[in-house]
């Protein structure tokens, strides 16, 4: 089996390539080799590779940026991922898509299922769904994971952000009102490789699933987990849990409204393919192991 990584550069995408590599060769690609800017030459690309599998693990994710770089972030998560599923379906190939929370309001309480009505509030949202529609439109075989929450050893993400500042500041302020699961790119790519196995034998398993760790936080919760037990591991840090502060979102200023509910119900996802996900306190512990046995905490 012939795999395409699209987006290797990426959290998701460095987690990709050794999950991936027991199920064949894995040709993973970054921007220099195919820049989701330009649709058509992505398109091209998977038509010369002719995989078994497409998974596009790039995307335009700065949130806030897209606002005002409405065209670039359309491009990117809405007409490249189009021309993505054209290009796999030319040649026969299965589509494995990330999508995410943000398709979602965020109002309400409770998790959300995947059948629930979508209405982003942001332009990175709107990009996302439009994406996800273009995709199914192209009629190529694909599987579209939503996640929230996503982090990694490596790139920009909430919980590096908070241990740098904590090693720099004495207090810290983190919003207390929004809601999710912290996600590890490491389980969406082991996830990835079981769902792909079995959805290339069971059609019946194309869709749209949810993928999140299980449980629930808030930004302040996670925060003050995560220096709990940095500190514990032996971070040399200046804040303690007890030295954060929570704030409301609406204090936080941002230029994309963020939703308050990233909660995803996973049932969907757990019942088709047979897995348990783990609690999201367990990728928390796995990423502080990992930065300790680097020299990085």
């Known amino acids: 089996m012939k795999l ?49 599998v497409v998974v596009n693990a790039a995307a335009y994710t700065a949130v806030d940026a897209a606002e005002d770089d409405r065209a670039r972030a359309w491009t990117i998560n809405a007409d490249a991922v189009g021309a993505i599923g054209k290009g796999a379906h030319e040649v026969g190939a299965l589509v494995v898509h990330y999508s995410t929370d943000y398709v979602y309001d965020g109002l309400g309480e409770g998790f959300q299922t995947e059948e629930q009505p979508t209405s982003p509030a942001s332009v990175y949202g709107a990009s996302k769904l439009a994406g996800e529609a273009l995709l199914r439109q192209s009629e190529a075989r694909c599987l579209i994971f939503r996640t929230s929450w996503v982090f990694a050893p490596e790139g920009k993400n909430f919980p590096l952000t908070i241990l740098r500042l904590a090693r720099e500041r004495d207090r810290l302020t983190v919003v207390d009102d929004q809601w ?24 019946g398993k194309l869709g749209v699933y949810h993928l999140a760790a299980a449980g629930e936080t808030n930004w302040y919760g996670l925060a003050q987990f995560l220096v709990a037990e940095a500190l514990a591991a032996g971070a040399a840090l200046k804040v303690t849990p007890d030295a954060i502060a929570p704030i409301a979102g609406a204090d936080y200023p941002a230029k994309a409204r963020r939703p308050a509910n990233s909660r995803l119900d996973t049932t969907k ?7 348990t996900l783990p609690p999201w306190q367990d990728g928390i512990r796995q990423l502080i192991t990992t930065l300790r046995n680097e020299g990085r905490v």
């Open 4 to 52: 395409l990584v699209l987006g290797k550069d990426g959290q998701v995408g460095r987690a990709l390539q050794p999950a991936l590599a027991p199920l064949g060769q894995v040709v993973a690609l970054g921007r220099a080799e195919a820049d989701l800017e330009h649709p058509e030459q992505v398109m091209a690309r998977i038509v010369d590779e002719r995989p078994d």
């Open 269 to 275: 996802l757990r019942t088709a393919f047979g897995l």
């Open 180 to 203: 999710g699961a912290p996600t590890p790119a490491s389980l969406i790519a082991s996830v990835i490789a079981a769902a792909i196995s079995q959805a290339l034998g069971d059609p």
